[in-house]
Every structure is written in structure tokens, then in C-alpha cells.
């Protein structure tokens, strides 16, 4: 773990073009590059969020588009749709993670169910779709959480430095 947060903090310190790659910086400027870095990882977080967002309100339009072409009200469509709403309020919402993704996971077991069960034609579409737009959430939350676990490991390491 060690080395590769050691990895980690000298990719962070030759992207700076501040400080010396040979030299050893001091703990002021070493809680400088943290907070970047830690500031970096917020808004990449937030514009991921944005991302995210927006591929699930396209996947609603084509939800919706291919049921109008369809001109059919069948239940899979509606669950379908209401399992992208419910990844949708689940990136952006963070109250109600534990409820929506119970609803998240019921909603994609029912989705396969039909899939599986009764239309094979459109197995791809009620199997992976679901369980890929629920998944999808948690392994993006788990990517920015280590990453902030990371970087207050990285805090930990900090060293002492003087010139003399």
C-alpha cells in the first residue's frame, strides 16, 4: 500500500512544475499539492456526476423513443425507464442510497425475470442494460471514494523538511 501511494504522490509531484523532481519539498508546500489534489479530485467527482447524469437522462429519450415507436404500454418498458430514474436519483442524491438501491437491485431481478423468462428477443436490453445502470453508480462513488481515502493516506506521509 505504501509503495503505491509513493507511485502516487510522485506522478502528483511531476505533474508540478513548481517544485523540483530531485529535491524534497517541505511540509507546507506538501499540504499545498494535497489540497490540488484533493480540490482536483472534488471537481472531477462533480463534472463525472454531470457525465453520469447525462447518459442516464439520454437513456430516458431512448427509453421513451423506442416506446413511441413501439406504440406499446407494456410494463417492461415502464420498469425500464424506472430503473434508470432510480439510478438517476441515486447519483445525484446521496439521502437515499440504501432505499434506492434495494429498489434499484428489485426492479433489475424483475427486468431479467422477463427477460429471461419471456422475451428472449429483447434479453440484451432487459438484462444488461438494468444491471449495468446499476452498477454503474456504486463502482463510479467506489473509484472517488479510494481516491479520497488516498489522498488522507497521503496526508499521513507527509515528511519533514528543512533546508540548511
Known sequence: MTSRLRKFDKSILSQTTEYDDNAPIDTQDQTEVIDRLSTSNRETFRRYTRYLTGFY?????????IQL???????????????????????????????????????SVQLTGIGVLLRRDDV???????????ITPYVFNYWFTSMDELVS????????????
Open 57 to 65: 437522462v439520454f437513456q430516458i429519450c431512448l427509453i421513451s423513443g
Open 69 to 107: 415507436a413501439r406504440r406499446s404500454r407494456d410494463i417492461t418498458d415502464l420498469l425500464l425507464t424506472l430503473c434508470v430514474l432510480l439510478n438517476l436519483i441515486n447519483v445525484n442524491y446521496a439521502e437515499f442510497k440504501k432505499v434506492i438501491k434495494v429498489m434499484c437491485v428489485v426492479v
Open 124 to 134: 440484451v436490453l432487459l438484462c444488461v442494460v438494468p444491471w449495468f445502470n446499476t
Open 153 to 164: 493516506q497521503l496526508n499521513k506521509l507527509k515528511y519533514e523538511y528543512k533546508n540548511v
